[in-house]
């Protein structure tokens, strides 16, 4: 097992009354991948993190393989969600991938 971690900022240009509609969004069609992209087993957004953070955003995923997640990477359902509700809004990207 595989374990996806990716952390955002939203872009500066982001206006903070758009943020929590932008959170939801990118909460919704992310978790909405699992049971879509092969072998993306599980996928929690954190859209509240504590005061303490860096981050804006958290994405924590479990996959079957490192095989599974290149796969995930370039899925279309993957891309279009990230294309269409992360990249537009987001910077700073920090990633960590792992086995389980």
């Given amino acids: 097992m595989v374990k996806h ?19 939801a969004q990118i ?3 992310l978790e909405g991948l699992v ?5 993306l087993i599980s996928a929690k957004v954190v859209t509240d993190p504590l005061t303490s953070s860096s981050r804006d955003l958290c994405l924590i995923t479990e996959l079957e393989s490192a095989e599974a997640l290149a796969a ?6 993957h891309v279009k969600v990230a294309d269409t509700y ?10 960590m991938d792992f086995e389980m």
């Fill in 72 to 77: 995930y990477a370039v899925n279309p359902n």
């Fill in 5 to 23: 971690m990716v952390m955002w900022s939203f872009k500066e240009e982001i206006p903070e009354e758009k943020k929590p509609e932008l959170k």
């Fill in 35 to 39: 049971g879509v992209v092969p072998g």
């Fill in 27 to 29: 909460k919704e069609h």
């Fill in 86 to 95: 992360v990249r537009p809004n987001t910077c700073d990207r920090v990633a």
